[in-house]
């Protein structure tokens, strides 16, 4: 079965760090884009960033910029968000997506989330 | 950033009706768009892609359209199982850009 399975959320206070992991199964995971996509409590979808397959490249949201770090280890079919110095506009819960397109992203598979909690 | 705003943000509809929903990008973006489901409490699920190219296994009732700057999402027969939030997405260039969402009401 195809599978991401997102960990590591947890309460952390302002300016604190967390370190996001997703464990990809049932799919050849060097061979795929990655995201992570974020939700705000009651709120829209939002892409935070992503990672090129072989882990070369990434990008970011403006607002996550120098804060946070997407990483990959294709040995071990995992996805990495470290994220430093953490604000309160940072609390949502926050998947892991494979990204299947080639030409176009086509994100057909995401995790059930893992919610992070920013507060003092 | 592209900015991505749909309407309506709400819609109310019942069984068997016709819905479309609109996306619009700030500046345009070919035919770089997609379509997201998501439910209460659950991850998001991919429609259509390319603006117009049904996902696998995503049921024909739902069609998507639009290049530039204009997209629209139509379900032909609205069914139960559909009543959910509905956004776009662009992918065309960096940040990738959601729309805010349109909600799909019985």
């Known amino acids: 079965e195809v599978q991401l399975v997102e960990s590591g959320g947890d309460l952390v206070q302002p300016g604190g760090s967390l370190r996001l992991s997703c464990a990809a199964s049932g799919f050849t995971f060097r061979n795929y884009w990655m995201i992570w996509v974020r939700q705000a409590p009651g709120k829209g979808l939002e892409w935070v960033a992503n990672i090129k397959p072989d882990g070369r490249e990434e990008h970011y949201v403006d607002s996550v910029k120098g804060r946070f770090t997407i990483s990959r280890d294709n040995a071990k079919n995992s996805l990495y968000l470290q994220m430093n110095s953490l604000r309160v506009e940072d609390t949502a819960v926050y998947y892991c997506?494979?990204?299947?397109?080639?030409?176009?992203?086509?994100?057909?598979?995401w995790g059930q989330g893992t919610m992070v909690t920013v507060s003092s | 950033a592209i900015q991505m705003t749909q309407s309506p943000s709400s819609l109310s509809a019942s069984v068997g009706d016709r819905v479309t929903i609109t996306c619009r990008a700030s500046?345009?973006?070919?035919?770089?768009l997609g379509w997201y489901q998501q439910k209460p409490g659950k991850a998001p699920k991919l429609l259509i892609y390319?603006?117009?190219s049904l996902q696998s296994g995503v049921p024909s009732r739902f069609s998507g359209s639009g290049s530039g700057t204009d997209f629209t999402l139509t379900i032909s027969s609205l069914q139960p199982e559909d009543f959910a939030t509905y956004y776009c997405?662009?992918?065309?260039?960096?940040?990738?850009?959601f729309g805010q969402g349109t909600k799909l009401e019985i």
């Open positions: 390319a603006a117009s």
């Open positions: 997506v494979r990204d299947s397109g080639d030409r176009y992203d086509a994100f057909d598979i």
């Open positions: 997405l662009q992918d065309y260039n960096y940040p990738r850009t």
């Open positions: 500046q345009g973006i070919r035919n770089d």
